[in-house]
């Protein structure tokens, strides 16, 4: 799938395209339904489907203090995008010219002249614009005047509760990867390369493959039991991971810390992808090592169950 940035030209080929526009991050239920309509749309007409999303994201631009939130990168997006039956990920560079361009400018513009979009779907509440002064109703009456047909669609609900980005990440944060899996349509995962830690847990049995979070939510601290992917290869794996601070020794550092099942290979640098399925227990400070491997060996236990 071809990855495309706003500030540059569309390629002759991409043009006249249906856009599905949002932030997308999570791509959960109502995401998805949103693409669907775009991809239904341009199929039907012959056009290309792309995907514009943000990045970084506008309140991560607005509010560089709140703590990390991300649930996917773009990479993990972009794969999503290509599943989905899109042609094109467009990513707008969410910085302090796009945040100051009015409504009517980002439409006439940006998505009229420049990208020439022929249709643009979004969710209802959807806005954008300097200030948020572009509505969907601003979408529909700007685009008509530049030939940009504008399409809503409705929030999906689960559980009588609308899907929302804010509903997975409460989710992950009270440790309820079930309810995160059924809203996203997966399990949240983390993406990132395996690094070089203190390598005390191949001195008691257990070695991790060590990464850091970056600009990901923090789900609940704890255990969880996961499976991962190896991207270089291909290669699933099964396995228990800590993800938290690492209580019991100093100091402390939040890393994703997973132990895989059976296996023995060299992972350091290579990038893998773990995904979170149960969460086992909350994050514990133990008073020996000995204590800790025989908790270790309790929670592999139970993931290897779970897992099954």
């Given amino acids: 799938m071809i990855r495309l940035d706003h500030r540059d030209p569309v390629p002759e080929g991409l043009r006249g395209a249906v856009l599905a526009l ?23 007409e012959g056009r290309p489907a792309i995907v514009a999303t943000f990045d970084p994201h506008p309140v991560r631009h607005f509010a560089p203090h709140i703590p990390p939130f991300r649930l996917t990168t773009l990479d993990q997006r972009q794969e999503l995008f290509a599943a989905a039956g899109a042609d094109a990920m467009l990513v707008f560079h969410f910085d302090g010219e796009l945040a100051g361009t009015e409504a009517e400018d980002f439409v006439g513009k940006l998505l009229g002249s420049h990208i020439g979009a022929r249709g643009v779907v979004t969710g209802e509440d959807f806005t954008f614009g300097k200030s948020r ?27 009588g509760m609308v899907v929302s980005s804010s509903r997975v990440r409460d989710a992950l944060k009270a440790g309820e990867c079930a309810v995160a899996a059924r809203l996203m349509t997966r399990p949240f995962a983390v993406r990132g390369a395996v690094q070089h830690g203190d390598k005390r847990g191949r001195t008691i049995g257990y070695p991790t493959a060590n990464m850091e979070f970056g600009h990901y939510l923090r789900p609940r601290f704890g255990i969880y039991a996961v499976t991962a992917r190896i991207l270089d290869s291909g290669q699933d794996l099964k396995g ?8 019991t020794f100093d100091p402390p550092r939040e890393w994703i810390e997973p132990y895989f099942f059976d296996f023995s290979g060299n992972l350091y640098g290579r990038e893998i992808e773990v995904a979170l399925h149960h969460f086992l227990r909350p994050e514990e400070k133990f008073d020996s090592l000995d204590a800790l491997t025989t908790q270790m060996a309790k929670d592999c236990a139970r993931a290897k169950e779970l897992l099954a």
């Fill in 22 to 44: 949002g932030n997308f991050d999570g791509f959960h239920l109502g995401h998805q339904k949103v693409v669907a309509e775009a991809v239904t749309w341009a199929q039907s």
């Fill in 133 to 159: 002064g572009g509505t969907t109703q601003v979408l529909a009456e700007c685009g008509k005047a530049h030939g940009i047909e504008a399409r809503t669609v409705g929030p999906v609900t689960e559980s």
């Fill in 240 to 247: 228990a991971a800590n993800i938290g601070i690492r209580p």
